[in-house]
């Protein structure tokens, strides 16, 4: 569904890259946390299946199709088919919870009648029901992301991309979030969350692909957020004392 | 369903920022009003060419007491020296080029005088002695002046030859310099205008900054997203052009039509339906205005 093939990302020539040389594929339907620290390359990755940047060197390839190509005006087709979530839920304060989400349909030209079915639906998966008429200054942090996420899947997008998505969020309103996410992975959409939240990490034991320095540390399947066997990549060997003596 | 969200879109854009929208209006208003003026004055110019070029005449003016040409050394127009011009006038060298002459004799100058100035206490001291008698004539292609300014000018008894249409040309050429100002001042609004359409366009791509980012993420296409910026700004425009050709028109209408084609019943002016043609062309300038600068403004602000 999402492949990197030798994928390298320079913003500025005098600093390292954001990603160097990264390969890796995540399947349809998979669900894949992404971490590592601030500025280890996370956003960058999410950045470049959205085409909002381009890779510096290497492919992109999002379902099938080499990004790279896509030609400027068929860029809003390749979004229409990836869902995202922010941490910051980013919803429209002066529209009700169901305007928000039939906003996302509206913008693409769908009709009355079907956002009039869909969006009730949508709502119900991500258990919001009773609460269409609402604005979001009337919902919890942890019910906006949930508005936010019926936007981010109205459109049945085939990825769904989220950004710290429980960032702003308590464990247990965390917890919940996760369990949308996973039940939206369940019916087939490939998930792909950068997060920094270990416990939630721990607790689902799903892909773990953890970035360090534009680098993948480590890709395992069911894992924890913290390596259970200590992993050293080739790249830091040798490097690794004058790493330590920078710090 | 998206043109019903595009209407809404611009909507909402309009009453959000009401102020800039007004501004924008009233700028393009006054910059197609002077663009209009500067078309409804060539179109003046055009209509009295047209109808005073048929009436044009070249007057040859015969000596009076006061004279001081050399041709008039011998003092006032003798009755020989006017069979002379009436014969030259005649001639076959003169007559293909004329279509019809008549003689005014001092008594007619005076009447003419007199009604021409009738509202001025000159009339009272002018005496008939005082005007020279002149030759009318009418040419068949009033350009050809020099050829009866040849012929007579020199001619014993002539004090000069005057060309009509050259006083007119001094006329047309302040209309043309006026006509040239206003485009000049319309030219200086019509900028002032992009960029006021342009700030206008920024500042609603920026409290609406949230909006597109949304679309963008969920893949509304360019259209969807510039559409409604572009529409807002060329709404404003037509409706500041609209206005332009209602002033424009009632300029034409209660000035010049009502006004000075009463005042002045012997000059050809231009009707106020006849300046209706300009409104098109003022429509489709502020559209033009409006279009290209919000364009312009959104490729750089409102990336999609």
Not at chain 1, 75 to 92: A, E, M, N, S
Request: net charge positive; aromatic share 6%.
């Amino acid at each position: 569904m999402i492949r990197f093939d030798n994928v390298t990302k320079i913003y500025d020539q005098k600093t390292r890259p954001a990603l160097d040389s990264i390969s890796l594929e995540i399947d349809r339907g998979e669900f894949a946390f992404l971490v590592g620290a601030s500025g280890s390359g996370k956003s960058t990755f999410l950045r470049l299946v959205l085409k909002e940047d381009h890779a510096t060197r290497g492919v992109v390839y999002v379902a099938g199709q080499n990004v790279a190509k896509i030609s400027s005006w068929r860029v809003p087709k390749l979004r229409r088919g990836i869902g995202v979530v922010f941490q910051d839920f980013r919803l429209l304060p002066n529209k009700t919870v169901f305007a928000n989400v039939a906003f996302a349909m509206q913008v693409i030209g769908k009709s009355r009648g079907i956002i009039r079915e869909t969006v009730p639906e949508v709502l119900k998966t991500v258990g919001l029901e009773g609460k269409e008429n609402r604005l979001p200054h009337e919902l919890s942090g942890g019910e906006q992301q949930r508005v936010a996420i019926a936007r981010a899947v109205v459109n049945k997008p085939g990825i769904l991309l989220a950004d710290e998505p429980t960032g702003n969020l308590d464990p247990t309103t965390s917890l919940g979030i996760m369990k949308v996410l996973d039940k939206i992975n369940r019916n087939g959409t490939t998930v792909v969350m950068a997060t920094h939240d270990d416990d939630i990490v721990n607790e689902m034991r799903k892909r773990v692909i953890e970035l360090r320095n534009g680098v993948v540390l480590r890709d395992e399947a069911k894992a924890l957020y913290t390596s259970m066997i200590p992993v050293i990549p080739a790249a830091d060997f040798g490097s690794g004392l004058s790493a330590e003596a920078n710090k | 369903m998206r043109v019903a969200f595009i209407l809404g879109e611009i909507g909402g854009g309009l009453r959000r920022n009401v102020s800039m929208v007004v501004s924008v209006i009233l700028v393009t208003f006054v910059s197609l009003t002077f663009v209009g003026t500067a078309g409804m004055l060539q179109m003046q110019i055009n209509q009295m060419k047209g109808y005073w070029y048929d009436k044009v005449q070249v007057a040859v003016f015969l000596c009076v007491d006061t004279s001081t040409s050399p041709t008039c050394a011998s003092g006032p127009a003798t009755d020989e020296q006017k069979k002379n011009i009436e014969t030259l006038l005649d001639s076959a060298a003169v007559k293909p080029y004329v279509t019809s002459w008549a003689y005014e004799s001092q008594a007619d100058a005076l009447k003419h005088f007199k009604e021409q100035f009738a509202n001025s206490p000159i009339v009272d001291s002018v005496t008939a002695d005082q005007l020279p008698a002149s030759f009318r004539v009418n040419m068949v292609n009033p350009e050809k002046y020099q050829i009866i300014n040849e012929t007579f000018s020199a001619t014993p008894g002539v004090e000069t030859v005057i060309d009509q249409r050259q006083l007119l040309e001094k006329l047309f050429s302040v209309m043309n310099i006026a006509s040239l100002v206003a485009v000049g001042i319309a030219g200086l609004m019509i900028i002032c205008a992009i960029l006021l359409i342009a700030t206008t366009i920024r500042l609603s791509a920026f409290s609406r900054r949230r909006e597109t980012g949304i679309m963008r993420l969920v893949g509304a296409s360019k259209a969807v997203i510039q559409l409604p910026f572009v529409l807002e700004g060329v709404i404003a425009a037509v409706i500041g052009a609209v206005l332009a050709s209602g002033t424009v028109w009632a300029v034409a209408k209660f000035f010049i039509q009502d006004y000075l084609a009463n005042q002045y019943k012997d000059t050809a002016f231009i009707s106020a339906n006849q300046v209706l043609i300009l409104t098109p062309g003022l429509l489709v300038l502020g559209i033009l205005l409006a279009g290209i600068s919000s364009l312009l403004t959104l490729r750089k602000y409102l990336k999609v």
